[in-house]
């Protein structure tokens, strides 16, 4: 009990030798990670290296084949799936390359989706800082389509952080967007861990985003191979040229 108290004090998500297989692909093979609470780690790796398949397992949208996950000291094994989506839905905030806004809803709406969901309202003045956070204070009744690429993130972006999730897990968040947008939404993953001490995990291409966080974790072939702290993206992508 003891260890697991302090597990949870360090660790935002904790894996122990966790495989994924696919038949006979091992996906992952045997990642065993603490993910430090309240910082910001990005994951690098080459493609198929199982960086979704590592983001899917440790946020509780895959289970792993074998293994342990935790997150927040609570082991997911043995939750029953209504469990597992309910501490993903509290705990939990996802950003994908695709915005997965929903097009008939408006940005408020998509924002504070996920409260709804979870049979609650927004807090009035969280919903107003949030979306001035993100910049879309005057956009707050548009619809996805009126709304350019980079603002569409950064709803998406918004519905992530409105639930006050502990964990951000961004998937390739600045993939569709131009380097100052996607500055722009670095800079607010940033701002989530330094002022409200959440944990982002960012998985990315990209070395000038890698850059932004604590430190980044490079997968190879479904093995952690390596974590660069500090990183800049020139030693980012001296490393990666080495994967
Ligand atoms: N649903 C699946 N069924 C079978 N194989 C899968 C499945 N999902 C992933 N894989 C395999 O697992 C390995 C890791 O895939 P994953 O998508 O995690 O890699 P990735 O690092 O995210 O790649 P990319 O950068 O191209 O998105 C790959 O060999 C992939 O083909």
């Given at each position: 009990m003891t260890t697991m108290t302090a597990q949870a004090t360090t660790e935002a998500v904790g894996l122990d030798a966790v495989t994924k297989t696919y038949g006979a692909v091992?996906?992952?093979?045997?990642i065993t990670w603490a993910v430090p609470r309240g910082g910001f780690t990005a994951v690098m790796g080459p493609s198929g290296s199982g960086k979704s398949t590592f983001l899917h397992c440790a946020s509780g949208l895959d289970r792993p084949t074998e293994g342990t996950v935790r997150v927040g000291g609570v082991?997911?094994?043995?939750?029953?799936e209504a469990k597992r989506t309910r501490l993903r839905r509290e705990r939990i905030g996802f950003v994908f390359q695709?915005?997965?806004?929903?097009?008939?809803?408006?940005v408020e709406q998509n924002i504070t989706l996920p409260l709804r969901l979870g049979g609650t309202e927004a807090d009035p003045a969280w919903l107003a800082e949030v979306i001035g956070r993100v910049g879309l204070a005057d956009r707050r009744?548009?619809?996805?389509?009126?709304?350019s690429g980079g603002q569409q993130q950064r709803a998406a972006l918004a519905r992530a952080l409105i639930t006050r999730p502990e964990v951000v897990f961004a998937d390739?968040?600045?993939?569709?967007?131009?380097p100052r947008t996607a500055r722009g939404v670095l800079r607010m993953l940033r701002e989530a861990a330094d002022l409200t001490g959440q944990t982002i995990v960012l998985v990315t291409h990209d070395p000038m985003a890698a850059a932004w966080a604590d430190s980044v974790v490079f997968l190879s072939r479904g093995r952690i191979v390596d974590e660069l702290a500090a990183p800049t993206a020139s030693a980012v992508m001296a490393r990666w040229e080495t994967l």
């Open positions: 091992r996906a992952l093979d045997g082991d997911l094994g043995p939750l029953a695709a915005f997965n806004l929903i097009p008939s809803m408006d009744t548009h619809r996805p389509s009126e709304l390739e968040p600045t993939g569709a967007l131009d």
